[in-house]
T-cell receptor, first 113, second 111 residues
């Protein structure tokens, strides 16, 4: 069984469109994250949710909005996509909200054309 | 600004040799340290965690932590071609919830 799963795996879309990436974890973890990995492979946190509450909101454009319907799901919605949004987006989860490791989903490669 | 620094490489070692990967961090209060392995096109995978000064061994992997020097390393003994990947150092700072990643070191093990 997949522990952290994201859909879709690949997403190609035009500038200006709105898209969503879904994430689900079956590990029973309390905290979920969205990371962005750019073309230089630098992995940077975007958001973190603990028990459905936002606990980190790094300086990302407000075109990005996370939604957590329950603690097993954390979706990422992106409005008005721009070329610079092209990257790999990873969802992750961890069993506690501090001082612990994260388990990653397989990633969503977003390409904006 | 909390930073985690790694040499981007590539680091090339012959098969069977010891690969040594290094990482420094800026937040002196950091308490948790991790090494992730990422194969090309795949997601990061946790391979080691270390929380106290000294060495921690797991199979062919040894993590070393020196908080006074703000330095953490990963040794891979008997390197195999399957170890060829990018290795990401990650740190959780004092009072923080989040992992801060270095930019990764690309390791190539030459058969």
């Amino acid at each position: 069984d997949t522990a952290v799963s994201q859909t879709p795996k690949y997403l190609v879309t035009q500038m200006g469109n709105d898209k969503s990436i879904k994430c689900e974890q079956n590990l029973g973890h309390d905290t979920m994250y969205w990371y962005k990995q750019d073309s230089k492979k630098f992995l940077k946190i975007m958001f973190s949710y603990n028990n459905k509450e936002l606990i980190i909101n790094e300086t990302v454009p407000n075109r990005f909005s996370p939604k957590s319907p329950d603690k097993a799901h954390l979706n990422l919605h992106i409005n008005s996509l721009e070329l610079g949004d092209s990257a790999v987006y990873f969802c992750a989860s961890s069993p506690r909200d501090r001082a612990t490791e994260a388990f990653f989903g397989q990633g969503t490669r977003l390409t904006v054309v | 600004q909390k930073e985690v620094e790694q040499n981007s490489g590539p680091l090339s070692v012959p098969e069977g040799a010891i690969a040594s990967l290094n990482c420094t961090y800026s937040d002196r209060g950091s308490q948790s340290f991790f090494w992730y392995r990422q194969y090309s096109g795949k997601s990061p995978e946790l391979i080691m965690s270390i929380y106290s000064n000294g060495d921690k061994e797991d199979g062919r992997f040894t993590a070393q932590l020196n908080k006074a020097s703000q330095y953490v390393s990963l040794l891979i003994r008997d390197s195999q071609p399957s170890d060829s990947a990018t290795y990401l150092c990650a740190v959780i700072g004092a009072g923080s919830y989040q992992l801060t990643f270095g930019k990764g070191t690309k390791l190539s093990v030459i058969p």
